[in-house]
C-alpha cells in the first residue's frame, strides 16, 4: 500500500502541487519601487560622474557665458548698425530736398538769364541821340506769336542830360496784305498815353486775322497832334 502510494506520487499521475510565498503582495510592491528608485539614483550619479570626469560640465558653463558676451556684442552691433541707416535715410532726404531746390533755383537762373539777354539785345540797339531834347524810339521789335497774334515791342529814350520828363502818347501801326489788298491795323483803338523818365520800355500784343501779312511796323511818339519821333521795322 505505502508502496502504490509513493509510486503515485513520483509519478506522471501524482497530483499537482503550487508554491506559493508567504510575502504579501503591498510589501512585494514596495520592494520592486525601492529596487527601481535605487537603480534610478545609481544611474543619475553616474551619469553626474561622467560629466565630471569628461569636464563637461565646466566647459558648457564657459561657453554659454562666451555665448552670452557674444549675443550682446551682436545686439549693439545691430542697434548701431540701425542708428546709421537711419541717419543715412534722413541726410538722403535731405539731400534729395536740396537737390530739388536747387533744380528750381537752377530754372529760375536759366528764365532770368534769356530775360537778360533779351534786354540786353534790346538795348543794343541804341544809338547816341543828338539835339537838346534827344527823344527817339531807338528799338522797336515785333514778332508772329502765331497765326492770329503779334507780339511788338519798343524802347523810348531820352538822350538827353537831365532831360525833363516827357508826356505824350505811343502809336503802334501794323500794316501789310488781306486776300492780295491793303491792311492796317492799331495796336489800340487810340494812342496809349506814356510818361518817359529817361526811358520807357512799352510792349504788348495784338490779334490779326490769320490770312493776313504783316509787312510793316510803325511805331509814334505823340505829343498832342504833333509826331515827336518815328521809327518803322519792316518784317
Do not use: H
Given at each position: 500500500?505505502r508502496?502504490r502510494?509513493l509510486?503515485?506520487?513520483?509519478?506522471?499521475?501524482?497530483?499537482?502541487?503550487?508554491?506559493?510565498?508567504a510575502?504579501?503582495?503591498?510589501?512585494?510592491?514596495?520592494?520592486a519601487?525601492?529596487?527601481?528608485?535605487?537603480?534610478?539614483?545609481?544611474a543619475?550619479w553616474?551619469?553626474?560622474?561622467?560629466k565630471?570626469?569628461?569636464?563637461?560640465?565646466?566647459?558648457?558653463?564657459?561657453e554659454?557665458?562666451?555665448l552670452r558676451?557674444?549675443?550682446?556684442a551682436?545686439?549693439?552691433?545691430?542697434s548701431?548698425?540701425?542708428?546709421?541707416?537711419n541717419?543715412?535715410?534722413?541726410?538722403?532726404i535731405?539731400?534729395?530736398?536740396t537737390?530739388?531746390?536747387?533744380?528750381v533755383q537752377?530754372?529760375?537762373?536759366?528764365?532770368d538769364n534769356?530775360?537778360?539777354r533779351?534786354?540786353?539785345?534790346?538795348?543794343?540797339?541804341?544809338?547816341p541821340?543828338?539835339?537838346?531834347?534827344a527823344?527817339?524810339i531807338?528799338?522797336?521789335q515785333?514778332e508772329?506769336?502765331?497765326?492770329?497774334?503779334?507780339?511788338w515791342?519798343?524802347?523810348?529814350?531820352q538822350?538827353?542830360?537831365?532831360?525833363?520828363d516827357?508826356?505824350?502818347?505811343l502809336?503802334?501801326?501794323?500794316?501789310?496784305?488781306?486776300?492780295?489788298?491793303?491792311?492796317?491795323a492799331?495796336q489800340?483803338?487810340?494812342?496809349?498815353?506814356?510818361?518817359i523818365?529817361?526811358?520807357?520800355?512799352?510792349e504788348g500784343?495784338?490779334?490779326?486775322?490769320?490770312?493776313?501779312?504783316?509787312?510793316?511796323?510803325?511805331?509814334k511818339?505823340?505829343q498832342?497832334?504833333?509826331v515827336?519821333?518815328?521809327?518803322?521795322?519792316?518784317?
Amino acid at each position: 500500500m505505502r508502496f502504490r502510494l509513493l509510486r503515485r506520487r513520483l509519478t506522471v499521475s501524482a497530483p499537482r502541487v503550487s508554491v506559493r510565498s508567504a510575502m504579501p503582495w503591498p510589501f512585494r510592491w514596495v520592494l520592486a519601487a525601492l529596487l527601481l528608485g535605487f537603480s534610478a539614483a545609481l544611474a543619475v550619479w553616474a551619469f553626474e560622474f561622467g560629466k565630471d570626469i569628461a569636464g563637461l560640465d565646466r566647459n558648457s558653463k564657459q561657453e554659454l557665458e562666451q555665448l552670452r558676451r557674444e549675443v550682446l556684442a551682436l545686439r549693439t552691433d545691430l542697434s548701431e548698425a540701425q542708428l546709421v541707416a537711419n541717419t543715412s535715410d534722413s541726410q538722403l532726404i535731405s539731400e534729395r530736398a536740396t537737390q530739388a531746390q536747387l533744380m528750381v533755383q537752377i530754372r529760375q537762373l536759366q528764365a532770368d538769364n534769356e530775360l537778360l539777354r533779351s534786354d540786353l539785345g534790346f538795348f543794343e540797339r541804341l544809338i547816341p541821340g543828338t539835339g537838346s531834347d534827344a527823344l527817339s524810339i531807338r528799338g522797336l521789335q515785333a514778332e508772329r506769336l502765331s497765326d492770329s497774334q503779334l507780339k511788338w515791342q519798343v524802347l523810348m529814350i531820352q538822350a538827353a542830360k537831365n532831360a525833363p520828363d516827357f508826356k505824350g502818347s505811343l502809336e503802334v501801326i501794323f500794316s501789310g496784305k488781306l486776300a492780295g489788298k491793303p491792311w492796317s491795323a492799331k495796336q489800340a483803338p487810340v494812342p496809349q498815353p506814356v510818361l518817359i523818365k529817361g526811358y520807357l520800355r512799352m510792349e504788348g500784343v495784338v490779334n490779326v486775322p490769320a490770312q493776313v501779312v504783316v509787312e510793316n511796323v510803325t511805331a509814334k511818339i505823340l505829343q498832342g497832334s504833333s509826331v515827336r519821333s518815328v521809327q518803322s521795322f519792316n518784317l
